[in-house]
């Protein structure tokens, strides 16, 4: 799309053309914490699609989420993890049947007292969908 094109499709629209069809994503995360409490992001990615695959490509954290959190262990593990421009990609070359759900389950520590606020995006080839993550930590 020429990018003149896609500047009036997204002033007229907004952003949403650019969510994969048919893919809904939630996130559960406790609303404050305390530093050191261990901590459950789940990320979960529904293909309501009734016929066909989505193809995942990466989860993407943008903000300063993460700089109040220091990820222990991530499930399922990417594919290959990229930290560069104050965002974190994780590659997840994965196709989700329709009609089915993948959760993604980041154990994690409270590291820094503070109000943490990012997104994640959920890519395909070339659209993405994003939800909003925050969390307040306390000492």
Same mark, same amino acid.
Request: charged share 30%; proline share 6%.
């Given at each position: 799309m020429d990018p003149a094109d896609f500047a009036v499709k997204a002033l007229e629209e907004g952003? *949403? /053309?650019?969510?994969?069809?048919?893919?809904?994503?939630? =996130?559960?995360?406790?609303? $404050? =914490? !305390? !530093? *050191?409490?261990? =901590?459950?992001? !789940?990320?979960? =990615?529904?293909?309501?699609?009734?016929?066909?695959?989505? &193809?995942?490509? $990466?989860?993407? /954290?943008? *903000?300063? /989420?993460? &700089? *109040?959190?220091?990820?222990? $262990?991530?499930?399922? $593990?990417?594919s290959e993890v990229d930290d560069s421009l104050n965002t974190l990609t994780l590659e997840y070359p994965m196709s989700i049947a329709a009609s089915e759900t993948v959760d993604f389950v980041f154990e994690m520590v409270a590291v820094e007292a503070g109000v943490f606020i990012g997104e994640v995006s959920i890519w395909d080839d070339e659209n993405f969908l994003s939800r909003y993550i925050q969390c307040k930590v306390v000492d």
């Open positions: 952003t *949403g /053309f650019l969510d994969p069809s048919e893919i809904l994503a939630w =996130v559960e995360l406790p609303r $404050s =914490v !305390k !530093k *050191g409490d261990k =901590v459950t992001l !789940k990320i979960s =990615v529904e293909n309501a699609r009734k016929n066909s695959d989505f &193809n995942l490509e $990466s989860l993407d /954290f943008d *903000g300063d /989420f993460l &700089n *109040g959190f220091r990820i222990e $262990s991530i499930e399922p $593990s990417p």
